[in-house]
């Protein structure tokens, strides 16, 4: 073999060998993270109400949560480039600006309309989104 296959194999071993000694020494006891079934279980229902009733619960929640608190987690990824309250950064400011507005913007950018010298980010970043979450979006920074 020559040298930098002989690397390539080492590392692979050593990268191989730190996951598994991690794995084995993260802290948790494998046991008690999948062992709850029967009589455990039945205690995890009746203290938390089940997979269903937690799924249920945060439905109803979100269902209940005006447009503006919906909109706040949906924010968190435009966070990086508009700020944690709108105040900008590398995208311009939101502040201050009115639901509508942002809401136009939003549309703009989904439809592929240049609005600026990031628009080409915003295309990408508006065709991720649905009309609901650009309505709660814009409730949301309508709040700053």
């Known amino acids: 073999m020559n040298t930098p296959t002989i690397n390539i194999v080492l590392f692979t071993v050593f990268a191989f060998s730190l996951s598994v000694w991690a794995m084995q020494h993260n ?4 046991a008690s ?9 039945k205690e995890y229902e009746e203290s938390n ?9 945060q439905a109803a929640a979100k269902a209940e949560a005006s447009p503006a608190e ?4 949906i924010y968190a990824g435009c966070v990086a480039c508009h700020g944690p309250n709108g105040g900008g950064g590398v995208g311009p ?10 809401l136009d913007k ?3 950018y989904g439809n592929g ?4 010298p990031q628009s080409a980010l915003m295309w990408s ?3 991720q989104l649905s009309d609901s979450d650009m309505e709660n979006i814009s409730a949301y920074v309508a709040t700053f």
């Open 27 to 30: 802290g948790r006891d494998a």
């Open 33 to 41: 993270v999948s062992s709850c079934y029967g009589d455990c279980y």
């Open 49 to 57: 109400g089940g997979v269903v009733a937690i799924a249920q619960a």
């Open 70 to 73: 919906l909109g706040k987690g």
């Open 93 to 102: 400011q939101l502040a201050g600006q009115s639901a509508d507005v942002i």
């Open 106 to 108: 939003l549309q703009r």
């Open 113 to 116: 309309e240049t609005l600026g």
């Open 125 to 127: 970043q508006s065709a």
